[in-house]
């Protein structure tokens, strides 16, 4: 058994439905790339196995029971999401922020520890924000409120981490160097990770297996090399390409065919 599953899951906001009957399993110990065009019901999907939309169908399976019927801190014991925004409350500093990703670990008995204050300085060491530690979350660069933001999922430290877009914000070093850390997590801590991600050349390249959506449903899933063709990426994004090996990971990168008015056209 895997110790995240949906089942038979539909999901929406209000009268309207996203997701409808969709069944998958989350690999463990692996990373998991979910991928698929605008308001194909990726974050939808996401969301949904973090219990944060309550199904109108079917039940997302956590550790063999309905996650809707965990208490909350069991949850999030277990479970931690990175959401595609996220609010601070004003006036909170970097350090205070990150502290709040060890809640689920606080009991009546069992207050604030060495352990706590250990997994809060290397969350924020993990991130490169250990400098920021006294500013405020609200003086901060959108980059940098985002690597904050990583460091209180860090400090929360669940087996089973899920992103929505993890890379907003970030530039191209740092997009890299955060993906690299998630790998990282998964491959030397045993971390389960899922990651919803627009960048198909990243999700090949870190990903262990991709799930691609459309229109509410799964189209195919499995290992890179097996499911990004030319074919699959013109059907799902309606974008003409040429797939080679990437010269550095041999997986697949995806080439956009040369429009007639690119740079190299004149």
């Known amino acids: ?22 069944s998958v399993d989350v690999l463990d110990g692996r990373i ?10 990726k974050s939808t999907l996401l969301r949904g196995l973090a219990r944060l939309l ?3 169908a079917g039940q997302v399976i956590l550790d063999g029971h309905d996650i809707g019927r965990l208490h909350t801190k069991e949850v999030a014991r277990r479970l931690g999401l990175l959401p ?3 609010i601070a409350p004003e006036g909170i500093s970097v350090a205070d922020l990150v502290s709040r990703g060890r809640f689920p670990h606080q009991r009546v008995l069992r207050q604030w520890s060495r352990d706590d204050a250990d997994a809060v300085a290397d969350a924020m060491a993990c991130v490169g924000v250990s400098e920021l530690a006294g500013r405020l979350v609200d003086e901060l660069s959108g980059g940098q ?3 904050v933001w990583v460091a209180v999922l860090l400090a929360q430290q669940t087996p089973l981490i899920l992103l929505d877009e993890p890379t907003t914000y970030l530039d191209i070093a740092h997009q890299v160097e955060l993906l690299d850390l998630f790998a990282m997590l998964n491959r ?8 919803v991600l627009h960048d198909l050349n990243h999700a090949c390249r870190y990903a262990d297996q991709i799930i691609v959506m459309k ?16 074919h699959l990426v013109e059907d799902v994004y309606g974008l003409k390409c040429q797939i080679i090996d990437d010269p550095q990971t041999a997986t697949p990168l995806v080439i956009p065919r040369a429009s007639p008015y690119g740079a190299g056209a004149r």
């Open 1 to 22: 058994m895997t110790r995240l599953r949906a089942e038979h899951l539909s999901l929406g906001y209000d009268d309207t439905t996203v997701v409808t009957n969709l």
């Open 32 to 41: 998991t790339a979910i991928v698929g065009p605008n308001a194909c019901g």
């Open 54 to 56: 309550k199904p109108s």
């Open 84 to 86: 595609q925004t996220s």
């Open 145 to 147: 409120r985002q690597r």
């Open 188 to 195: 030397e801590q045993d971390r389960t990770v899922v990651a």
């Open 215 to 230: 229109s509410g449903a799964i189209v195919a899933q499995g290992n890179p090399k097996d499911v990004i063709t030319e």
